[in-house]
């Protein structure tokens, strides 16, 4: 079962955070560690949407190890069978987006994240459009599925609904519980 999201998207609603669940890589460069196994287990389990972050540490290589290794036992049929959300971080330039995204998906080793946040929101109105306007390009290049927020205030959501087709925009609360914004 799932919750649709405004463009259609449908997200699963079990979902596993990933926040403090990175550990360091074996030495042996294997991938395995703490983090992957229980991500396979979770697999094994019938998970299928992973929360991350660039700033979860190695939580997104992790994943990225978990998925590949589920698609080769048979787990799962292929990529497209996991929900993966991650977060760009509120503190970067707009211009750094793109490239920000592209390392996560590098270490995700997947072309494409189907729910991408804005972590946290930039300090000015005018940064916030900005940035929101770099997801959107993002969205439409295909490497999102959906795009959102989270940890945005009210006051901040709205400005947001300004500038995007209410289809576009779906938003988690500072807890970390997601909400579609019907």
């Known amino acids: 079962t799932g919750v649709t999201l405004r463009n259609g998207v449908v997200m699963p609603t079990l979902v596993l ?17 703490e983090c992957t196994s229980t991500l396979q287990a979770a697999l094994e389990l019938g998970y299928r949407h992973f929360d991350t972050a660039p700033s979860y540490g190695t939580a997104e290589q992790c ?10 036992s048979g787990i799962i049929a292929g990529r497209e069978a996991v929900f993966i959300t ?6 970067i330039p707009p211009d750094d987006i793109e490239t920000v995204l592209g390392e996560s ?13 804005l ?3 930039a300090p000015t109105e005018r940064e916030r459009a900005r940035m929101w306007g770099e997801m959107r390009a ?16 009210e006051q901040q959501l709205g400005e947001l609904f300004q500038l995007s087709p209410p289809t576009q925009l779906n938003a988690a609360d500072g807890g970390e519980d997601f909400a579609a914004l019907s």
Do not use: E, F, M
């Not at 994943?63 to 080769?72: K, L, P």
């Not at 993002?138 to 205030?153: E, M, P, Q, R, T």
């Open 63 to 72: 994943i990225g190890v978990a998925v590949q290794r589920a698609v080769q």
């Open 119 to 121: 972590h946290w929101p």
């Open 105 to 117: 998906l590098h270490r995700l080793d997947t072309s494409y994240v189907d729910l991408l946040l």
């Open 86 to 91: 991650t977060k760009i971080p509120g503190n």
């Open 17 to 33: 955070g990933t926040y403090q669940l990175s550990s360091s890589s074996a030495a042996d460069g294997s991938g395995d560690s």
């Open 138 to 153: 993002l969205l439409v290049a295909g490497k999102a599925k959906a795009i959102g927020v989270s940890n945005y205030d």
